[in-house]
């Protein structure tokens, strides 16, 4: 028969084992998962290199690496600050790129998070184009949004423009010309 001292001290050491046993499988688990980020890291590095290499090689100047950019959005009157970090930032006859370095499965523009990434890129930099780095096959692909917002706004400075132009034609006629 078990007595209360016993039961308590069995009660105990269930306890402690089973404290004992989640602690060993919390450290393992972290220790498994830091391992893969460093070398995640480590491969990113230098699939970021290659792509550096590729580039100077087809005349592009890279102008910054690893540059984070703030984003603030106002969700009613609350601030939320973000930054967003690119890969690379280059340069070429006059026009600057955002670069984003991708390897596996998620090296496709079909991808909805790649898409929604590079959207976000292009908002925040708005650069000429963003150039979408293929690690696995070791080619760019130059990637141009055709917002109607960004069509329209070119329209309308072209309007403007032609506007102002109109009206020192008008000007230089009336006080010039007479």
Known sequence: ????????LFIVMLLLGGILSLVLYLK???SLSS???TRRAVI????????EELLKKNGF???DRQISKPLIIKESAVLHRYLIRIDLLVKKNGRTYVVEVKSGSKNKITKRET???LLEYFLAYQPYGIMLFDMDTKKFSEIRFQLPYFHFKLVENIIFFLLGMLISLLGMYVFVLK
């Not at 028969?1 to 308590?8: A, D």
């Not at 990113?44 to 792509?51: L, V």
């Open 115 to 117: 898409r929604r990434q």
């Open 1 to 8: 028969m078990i007595k209360n001292k016993e039961l308590y």
């Open 61 to 63: 100047q890279i102008i």
């Open 44 to 51: 990113s590095k230098r699939a970021e290199k290659k792509a």
């Open 28 to 30: 393992i688990k972290n």
């Open 35 to 37: 391992k893969k980020a």
